[in-house]
């Protein structure tokens, strides 16, 4: 079976400094891997995706970048955080062509 | 552009009544629908799914979901709601690129 796993659960980082959330995929290959941010009452912000290994499409302009150095790994980055970065980062994936997403346990950033 | 609406930010319900959870989408064609359910600090599990057919669609946890074309809508119900459904509940709508769009969230609260 397949299972996403996400690293750290909870980070406390000042602003200014550097970020790497990690998400890993097994039991599955070429997965479309998903990050997402959310607030509270905001609902789900969709922040990247990417459909292949290098392949990254933004969905909005941020402080926040994201990479896929390997099939089920995506990382999500920055170079300096800023009080705004502070949600809940969740990463999900999908297979081929279907919509259906099946979403990590998420990671709390809180940026001081 | 798709969009989805639910316009219960709270519900309370006590435990042991039904359940009806409200979900209002924009699409052109016939859309891919989701129910999501969060537990506080958790990622998103899946619920049920609508992608065609029968129009009343059974899910996890004893939940099910009715899609009406002519109103847009594809409510989430439960006969009898136990106090471990409290949670936040999140529609979605499928998109273009296997994306998902995701309503604001409808938190329950179950009264014992």
Known sequence: ?112 | AQSVTQPDIHITVSEGASLELRCNYSYGATPYLFWYVQSPGQGLQLLLKYFSGDTLVQGIKGFEAEFKRSQSSFNLRKPSVHWSDAAEYFCAVGRGGNKLTFGTGTQLKVEL
Request: glycine content about 8%; some cysteine; proline content about 6%.
């Open chain 1, 1 to 112: 079976s397949q299972t996403i796993h996400q690293w750290p659960a909870t980070l406390v980082q000042p602003v200014g400094s550097p970020l790497s959330l990690e998400c890993t995929v097994e039991g599955t290959s070429n997965p479309n891997l998903y990050w997402y941010r959310q607030a509270a009452g905001r609902g789900l912000q969709l922040l990247f995706y990417s459909v292949g290994i290098g392949q990254i499409s933004s969905e909005v302009p941020q402080n926040l970048s994201a990479s896929r150095p390997q099939d089920r790994q995506f990382i999500l980055s920055s170079k300096k955080l800023l009080l705004s970065d502070s949600g809940f980062y969740l990463c999900a994936w999908s297979s081929g062509q279907s919509y259906e997403q099946y979403f990590g346990p998420g990671t709390r950033l809180t940026v001081t």
